[in-house]
């Protein structure tokens, strides 16, 4: 079955950077687009990124652009995502999610902690 499980998450100060990981089973992961969401204390969910079957498009909300970066590598099936200059307002669990037939998957999170 599809599974996603995050890692790499942590506590780090404002400024810093941090790498997200996100292993994949269960599904064909060279042909499906990878995303990124993530959900602060008291509020929703929110997209941070996708990335193209072939890791060579990503796309983000405009007020990440520059910060976060998402790349794949098809041989481990594994997603990530590079965030740089973190601010405190970056703090959230993580989670990846793939769209397969039809049906969402997500993995459980990763928290991240943006704090001095």
């Known amino acids: 079955q599809v599974q996603l499980v995050e890692s790499g998450g942590g506590l780090v100060q404002p400024g810093g950077s941090l790498r997200l990981s996100c292993a994949a089973s269960?599904?064909?992961?060279?042909?499906?687009?990878m995303m990124w969401y993530r959900q602060a204390p008291g509020k929703a969910r929110e997209w941070v990124g996708v990335?193209?079957?072939?890791?060579?498009?990503?796309n983000h909300p405009h007020p990440l652009l520059g910060r976060f970066t998402i790349s794949k590598d098809n041989a481990k099936k594994t997603v990530y995502l590079e965030m740089n200059s973190l601010k405190t307002e970056d703090t959230a669990v993580y989670y990846c999610?793939?769209?397969?037939?039809?049906?969402?998957?997500w993995g459980p999170g990763t928290q991240v902690t943006v704090s001095s």
């Open positions: 999610k793939v769209e397969y037939h039809g049906d969402e998957f």
């Open positions: 269960g599904f064909a992961f060279s042909e499906i687009p």
């Open positions: 990335i193209s079957i072939d890791g060579k498009r990503e």
